[in-house]
């Protein structure tokens, strides 16, 4: 089993930055893809953005595409997403994901742990 949890959510004026932290415990993640996802109340948990299990291929969203980079550090079991230039509608709940294949995946179908996710509110 994997746990995995969120931190450094919060609110943002538009144009400025959050970085997101996913620290994992249970089973290191060194051969899991992670990924990052979020989801507005009533509507599809969306995909942000995800790394593989080697670190060398990462995927994201084009809304975020040029404005937040995954990264993860093995030996901290830890992944972050750091968002730059926040939007407004960059608002949702955040939720960290691993996937015990290995790949990237843009879809949620494929990451079996989930965290309990963390606000990120973005004002203009």
């Known amino acids: 089993q994997v746990q995995l949890v969120e931190s450094g959510g919060g609110s943002a004026q538009a144009g400025g930055s959050l970085r997101l932290t996913c620290a994992a415990s249970g089973r290191t993640l060194q051969n899991y893809a992670m990924g990052w996802f979020r989801q507005a109340p009533g509507k599809e948990r969306e995909f942000v953005a995800a790394i593989d299990w080697s670190g060398s291929k990462r995927n994201y969203a084009d809304s975020v595409k040029g404005r937040f980079t995954i990264s993860r550090d093995i030996s901290k079991n830890m992944v972050y997403l750091q968002m730059n230039t926040l939007k407004p509608e960059d608002t949702d709940v955040y939720y960290c994901?691993?996937?015990?294949?290995?790949?990237?995946?843009?879809?949620?179908?494929?990451?079996?742990?989930w965290g309990q996710g963390t606000q990120v509110t973005v004002s203009s």
């Open positions: 994901a691993a996937d015990v294949w290995g790949a990237a995946s843009q879809s949620s179908h494929h990451y079996e742990y």
